[in-house]
């Protein structure tokens, strides 16, 4: 079955560090992949996505590359701010049972915590 | 703000109560869900309701009841629950167009549930 790994929280950095959370997925298909982020009392909303190998995903300075051959699909982000601070989820969505609605496989999430 | 909306926000209720979870989105979508999520570990597909119609039900226990009336609104009834379903419950819904999905979920801000 469709698996996604995280990296293990929480992460702490100080504002303007340099930020990688590493996500590694099994799947039998084709995926596509997500970051999906939770603010502090909120829901999930998507970060960013790619939908094909060697796709890069980016939105508000992070970015994440489509790795088949190794099966990764890390977060990166150059500098981070203390409005960055939430648990940051890596998905996949498998097509290739056919459906025509998101079923996503989720990691476990990580917690990032930024100091000023 | 992301169009779907839960009430209500925190709930505490003995084994032996029954309550609902209620969920309404604002965008047009077709396709609903619920997860749950849980302290440390991924979250968890519990059931998808695609055009009003169960599609998903992830082996989850009877204690749990779905009802999704039309493609606005969708509840989760709640009997006899364990301690151990103390959790975060996040409604989410989606849009499908020609059998295609885009993977992308709108979740809400979730129910903070907590069994006595």
């Known amino acids: 079955g469709n698996s996604v790994t995280q990296m293990e929280g929480p992460v702490t950095l100080s504002e303007e560090a340099f930020l990688t959370i590493n996500c590694t997925y099994t799947a039998t298909g084709y995926p596509s992949l997500f970051w999906y982020v939770q603010y502090p009392g909120e829901g999930l909303q998507l970060l960013l996505k790619a939908t094909k190998a060697d796709d890069k995903g980016s939105n508000k300075g992070f970015e994440a590359t489509y790795r088949k051959e190794t099966t990764s699909f890390h977060l990166e982000k150059g500098s981070v701010q203390v409005s960055d601070s939430a648990v940051y989820f890596c998905a996949l969505s498998d097509d290739a049972g056919g459906t025509s609605y998101g079923k996503l496989t989720f990691g476990q999430g990580t917690i990032l915590t930024v100091h000023p | 703000e992301t169009g779907v909306t839960q009430t209500p926000r925190h709930l505490v209720m003995g084994m032996t109560n029954k309550k609902s979870l209620k969920c309404e989105q604002h965008?047009?979508?077709?396709?609903m869900y619920w997860y749950k999520q849980s302290a440390k570990k991924p979250l968890e597909l519990m059931f998808v309701?695609?055009?009003?119609?169960?599609?998903e039900n992830n082996s989850v226990p009877s204690r749990f009841s779905p009802e999704c009336p039309n493609s606005s609104h969708l509840f989760l009834h709640l009997h006899t629950l364990q301690p151990e379903d103390s959790a975060l419950y996040l409604c989410a819904s989606s849009r499908t167009s020609g059998g295609h999905n885009t993977g992308e979920l709108f979740f809400g801000e979730g129910s903070r549930l907590t069994v006595l």
């Open positions: 965008l047009g979508h077709n396709a």
């Open positions: 309701y695609n055009f009003k119609e169960q599609t």
